[in-house]
């Protein structure tokens, strides 16, 4: 079983930074698969991010203001040029095995 932690979130002002991190533990096997997603207060869980073996994705509404890096069994997840609308629990994911507990980000304006 693969355990996910999220850290890294905080209150920032629109206009700054926040890099979040996703640590996988546990019975790792070989992961090609990391997902970002995040959930703003009384939305629905979005998809923002991906990183595979192939490259990285984004949505179109963080499209070059985020990026992606891997360490091994880590995943950051830079956002750069934050707004408000960013405002959300965001989540890592490994398809089909698990999620992190998830991370505030606050960004104010």
């Known amino acids: 079983q693969v355990q996910l932690v999220t850290s890294g979130g905080g209150l920032v002002q629109a206009g700054g930074s926040l890099r979040l991190s996703c640590a996988a533990s546990?019975?790792?096997?070989?992961?090609?698969?990391f997902n970002w997603y995040r959930q703003a207060p009384g939305k629905e869980r979005e998809w923002v991010a991906a990183?595979?073996?192939?490259g990285a994705d984004f949505s179109d509404s963080v499209k070059g203001r985020f990026a992606l890096s891997r360490d091994n069994t880590k995943v950051y997840l830079q956002m750069n040029n934050l707004k408000p609308e960013d405002t959300g629990v965001y989540f890592c994911?490994?398809?089909?095995?698990?999620w992190g507990q998830g991370t505030q980000v606050t960004v104010s304006s």
């Open positions: 994911q490994i398809p089909g095995q698990a």
């Open positions: 546990g019975s790792i096997i070989n992961i090609n698969h």
């Open positions: 990183v595979t073996s192939g």
